[in-house]
Structure formats: structure tokens, C-alpha cells
């Protein structure tokens, strides 16, 4: 039986006869049987297998509708020197990771001059957003009813970070989650569609308008039944839950700032051996205005953390920075 040789795996196009890898590594297709194949089927893939024998691998990517095919590590490379080199000489996120691998974390008495109200340059926090699944329709109503009662929509953690609350709710499996600082319900109830069946979510708000608002929401919502709101002091209801016991999965900070400290000491007694904690807002020490005091408290926080030997934390620049923490 005629077979044809091993040949690489090929990407053909017959309008221009042009042939790339798929794959550096010995991939091979299986052996092909000549007979049987008739006429037109010979015609076909003649060609494509005379092109085969004398390829070579490119040195040059060349665009196409998908982009360049970077499965090809030569290809990959060539992109990386022709289209990727210079942007990187800049100050990029890419290259400010690279040097800060070795870099000393040194205490800083302040944080830095940022003179812009926002982490992300136009257009990224709405390209975000629109890369993200749409939230359910509970979510529209909490914004409506916000706008409705007056209150100051941007303490909503909003939509991407609303889906990434929930996806972790999921990760985890988490089945208690204590959310301080309810305001509308947002966090809330990102939480309850990612706790499991019968889990539950314990937030906590003192503003009683804002409680009025996030109960309405929870009335109506699905998943709404999985939120305990209680409406009071958080400082002394966290104590109490500590004095009580209480342990859960997933504690996250988002009340007053200039208290997060106090939470947070409080937050790793609630916490369950393999829970974590989050402080949402965190590099808003950057984005306030310097003369905010709230700003000077925000950096002497997460300071404070990184220099905490009871833990491993990563500061994420999700929205306005949240400080994810586990206990080590």
C-alpha cells in the first residue's frame, strides 16, 4: 500500500497556495492510503502535499482575521520582536511586573502623587465591562432604585467587580460569606449567586436609607432569600460575631475606610482556616484627592497587611483595588 510520508500539521489554502505550521512540535498526521482515493481527490491534495515536502517555517508572522498564528513558536517570536518590542520600552504593565519581581518592598511614609481620578486610562473600564457577562436583571434594578432614593451610585461595586465577587463566591464553594457594608445590595447579592445551595450571606449596613433600598432589592430578587441584612453598627456587630464564634468563608471589607484596620483584625478571627478576606477600595490611597484623610488611611492599611506576617495578600486592580488576603 502507498502511504505518504509523516508530514507536519499544515494550515493550506488553495486560493494562494500558501501553507503555515500549526505546530513546532513532532505532531504528525497519520499515514494517508493513496488507493482508493480517486481522481479528484489526487488532483486535490497534490498540491498541498508537494507544497508540504519543500516547506519551511516562516521567520515572519502575516496577519490574518484571527490574527497571527502564535501556535508556531517561530511565528510567535517574530510577533513578539516586531509588534510587541517597542510598546514595551514605554512603561507598560507587562514591564513595570518584570522589574518589580526583585524589587525591595519598602515602607513608605505616604502614598505617591496620582493626579488622576481613576486607575484605568479611557475606555479600559468600559472595555471591561463589556467583556463580561451581562449581570441579571436584579442587578438593573439595585442601579434604578439607587439613582430613585438619591443615593451616591459609585459605592455600588458595579458590574465586572460584582461578576468577579461571585465567581469567587463559586471557586470557593463558599457557604457563609460576611459582606460589611451593604449600601444598596450590589456585593450582597453577587455573593448569593455564588454561595452554594443553602449557603448564606450575612451584610451589614448602618445608613438606614441605603437599608431600605438593598431590602426592597432582596425582596423581589432571586437568590434573595440567601441574605440576612442587618441593619446596624458594623464595628459592633463584627465584635459581637467574634465574642459569638461565627466563621465564615469569605469576609469582605467595604465600609467605612478609616476603620478597615479594626475589620480587618476582627475579619481574620471570623475567618475559617481556608477562607479569605477582601478590602474593596483599596487604591483609593491613589485615586482620592491628597488632601483626604481617607486617602492617608487607606495606604497605612495596606501597609500594614503586606508587612502582616500572619498572611499572604496581592493588591488587584479591580475597579478602585481590592486587597485580597488568605491566613498563612
Given at each position: 500500500m502507498s502511504e505518504l510520508p509523516f508530514l507536519p500539521r499544515l494550515k493550506y489554502s488553495p486560493s494562494d497556495s500558501s501553507c503555515t505550521t500549526m505546530s513546532l512540535k513532532p505532531a504528525f498526521i497519520a499515514p494517508i492510503s493513496l488507493r482508493g482515493l480517486g481522481a479528484s481527490n489526487l488532483r486535490a491534495i497534490s498540491p498541498w502535499y508537494t507544497k508540504a515536502r519543500s516547506f519551511a517555517r516562516p521567520t515572519r508572522w502575516t496577519a490574518s482575521a484571527s490574527g497571527p498564528d502564535t501556535s508556531n513558536i517561530d511565528t510567535y517570536n517574530a510577533w513578539i520582536a516586531e509588534k510587541q518590542s517597542a510598546r514595551n520600552q514605554a512603561k507598560t504593565s507587562s514591564n513595570i511586573g518584570v522589574t518589580s519581581i526583585t524589587k525591595a518592598r519598602e515602607d513608605m511614609p505616604s502614598p505617591p502623587p496620582f493626579p488622576h481620578p481613576t486607575l484605568f486610562q479611557p475606555g479600559a473600564e468600559e472595555y471591561a465591562c463589556d467583556m463580561t457577562r451581562l449581570p441579571p436583571k436584579d442587578f438593573g434594578i439595585i442601579a434604578q432604585e439607587t439613582e430613585r432614593a438619591g443615593l451616591f451610585a459609585p459605592c455600588m461595586v458595579g458590574a465586572v467587580e460584582g461578576?468577579?465577587?461571585?465567581?469567587?463566591?463559586?471557586?470557593?464553594?463558599?457557604?457563609?460569606?460576611?459582606?460589611?457594608?451593604?449600601f444598596t445590595g450590589y456585593s450582597a447579592l453577587a455573593f448569593a449567586q455564588g454561595v452554594v445551595e443553602g449557603g448564606q450571606v450575612i451584610t451589614i449596613e448602618a445608613d438606614g436609607r441605603a437599608a431600605e433600598v438593598a431590602r426592597k432589592v432582596f425582596a423581589k430578587a432571586e437568590h434573595g432569600d440567601r441574605i440576612q441584612l442587618v441593619e446596624t453598627d458594623a464595628r459592633k456587630e463584627v465584635a459581637d460575631m467574634v465574642k459569638r464564634g461565627d466563621k465564615f468563608d469569605i469576609v469582605f471589607l467595604d465600609a467605612d475606610k478609616v476603620n478597615y484596620r479594626n475589620y480587618y483584625e476582627d475579619g481574620l478571627k471570623l475567618l475559617k482556616e481556608d477562607g479569605i478576606l477582601m478590602a474593596d477600595n483599596a487604591l483609593c490611597s491613589l485615586v482620592y484627592s491628597q488632601d483626604d484623610p481617607v486617602r492617608q488611611s487607606l495606604h497605612d492599611f495596606a501597609q500594614f497587611v503586606r508587612n502582616d506576617e500572619r498572611v499572604e495578600q496581592v493588591m488587584l486592580t479591580v475597579r478602585?483595588?481590592?486587597?485580597?488576603?488568605?491566613k498563612v
Open positions: 461578576q468577579f465577587l461571585k465567581m469567587l463566591a463559586q471557586i470557593k464553594a463558599a457557604k457563609r460569606v460576611l459582606d460589611i457594608g451593604t478602585e483595588g481590592i486587597l485580597l488576603v488568605r
